[in-house]
C-alpha cells in the first residue's frame, strides 16, 4: 500500500512537471509573424476588471507573459516596472500576463502586492491568450502597435543579470514604434522558463484537462517512457520457512559506493563551443541543456545519468550545459550533481547572451529548456529536441549516429 501512494505521488509530480514542454511542443507552429495584425483577447486584472487588446488600439500595446515561480521571470519585475513608469506618458501600456495554471489568483495578487507592480496583471485562463500568440517562455514580450500589428517578438534585454547587459531590446523597439519606424531587431530569441499550458483537446465534463498520452512522450499507460524505472516493481512472495535450520553465512561486506567529493562545473563561452565539440574525438556526442531551476530538466535528468553509464565505453560522450547563474553553481549545480551522482562532464554556459550560444547551435531553437542535441562522429548535428526528450527516440538517434 505505501508503495502504491508513493508511486502515485511520484507518478503526479512527473505529470505535473511534463506539462509545460508537452505544451509547447504541441504549439509550436502557432507563432505571430511580425506586421500581422495582432490577435484580439480579453482577461481579467487582479481585481476582476476586463481587458481587451482592442481597448488599447491607439497605443503601443506591450503584452508579456509572467510567473510568480520563474526566477528569470522575476529577475525583470524591476526592469519591466521602469519600462512601465518611463513611458507611461508616452502612449504605452503594458500588460502583464500569467498563463500558468497552477498559478492561483491568491497567489498572483500577492506577488504583484509584494512586488508593487503597478501595470495592469491579467490572468489568462485556460492558457487562451497564450496559445493565440504562440507563447512559450516567461518573460516573453510581444509590442503591438496603435493599429493593432505586431511590431517586436522576444527579449526584454540580453541578459537575466542586469549588469551583463549590453542591448535593450524591448526599449530600442518601444522607441523605433513611437517614432514611426521598423523595429532594426524585431525578433529576438526569450529565455526562461516554459509556460505550463493546458490542453485544450481533452476535456472531461466540461474541464480541460492536461494530457500527457497524445504528446508522443508517454507510454500506453500515460506515463513518460522513461517512467519506467518509477514503476514498484512487485515484492516475490516469501519462501516457506526451512526445516532445517540453515548454515550461517558471514555477514557480506556493504561496498561504498565512491564519489567525487567536489564535482567541477567549468565555464563555456559561445566563441569555444565549437572547439569544445572537437574533443569529443570521434565519438557520438550528447549534449543536454539543462537548469536546477527548470522543472522538466530536473525531471529528466536521470535518464541523462542511466544513458552515460550505458554508452559511456560503447564511443558515445554526454555533456550536461546547466543555464544556472554563475552564482548558483556552488549552492545549487554542485549539491544537485552530486545527488544524483553524475560522471558525465557539466560545463557551464558562459555568455552575457544566451541567443549567442542558441543561434551557433541550432537558429531554430526558440529559448526553451530543456534541450537536447546529439552530434555524430564527424561532428555533425544529427538530431535536436526542444523539451522534454522520448527517450526511445532518443536511443535510437544515438545508435543511428553510432553506426
Known sequence: MMEQVLFTLIATLYLSAFTPAIAYQ???GASLSIGQSAPD????????KAHSLK??????????????????SNAYIERLSAIAGDYSKMNVALLGVNSNPAESLDQIREHSRKNKLDFAILKDEGSRVADAYGATRT?????????????????????????????????????E????????????????????????????????????????????????????????QKKPAPKPAATKPAATKPAATKKSVVFRATPKVAPLKPEDFNKFKDTA??????????????????????????LDRKYRNKGVKIVGITADDPGDVKPKVIPFIKK?????????????????????????????????????????LAYSRFGIIDRDLLVAEIEKALK
Open 55 to 72: 481597448d488599447y488600439r491607439g497605443q503601443v500595446a506591450v503584452i508579456v507573459f509572467l510567473s510568480t515561480e520563474c526566477p528569470f
Open 340 to 380: 544524483k551522482r553524475v560522471k558525465f562532464d557539466i560545463l557551464l554556459q558562459d555568455t552575457d547572451d544566451p541567443q549567442q550560444m542558441m543561434d551557433l547551435i541550432n537558429k531554430d531553437w526558440p529559448g526553451v529548456l530543456p534541450a537536447t542535441f546529439v552530434y555524430d562522429k564527424q561532428g555533425n
Open 177 to 232: 514604434t513611437l517614432a514611426g519606424k521598423a523595429v532594426s531587431q524585431p525578433e529576438t530569441k526569450a529565455f526562461g522558463c516554459p509556460i505550463k499550458m493546458v490542453r485544450k483537446n481533452n476535456a472531461v465534463g466540461g474541464v480541460e484537462q492536461s494530457s500527457v498520452k497524445e504528446s508522443g512522450f508517454a507510454r500506453s499507460d500515460g506515463l513518460p517512457r522513461f517512467a519506467n524505472a518509477l514503476v514498484p
Open 26 to 28: 504541441d504549439r509550436a
Open 41 to 48: 483577447f480579453t482577461a481579467a486584472d487582479l481585481n476582476g
Open 281 to 306: 574525438n570521434g565519438k557520438v556526442l550528447v549534449i543536454n541543456f539543462w537548469a536546477t531551476w527548470c522543472g522538466p530538466c530536473v525531471a529528466e535528468f536521470p535518464e541523462f545519468v542511466a
Open 139 to 175: 518573460p516573453e514580450v510581444f509590442v503591438v502597435d496603435g493599429a493593432g500589428a505586431l511590431r517586436y517578438h522576444g527579449r526584454i534585454d540580453n541578459s537575466k543579470e542586469t549588469a551583463r547587459v549590453k542591448r535593450n531590446d524591448l526599449r530600442e523597439a518601444l522607441d
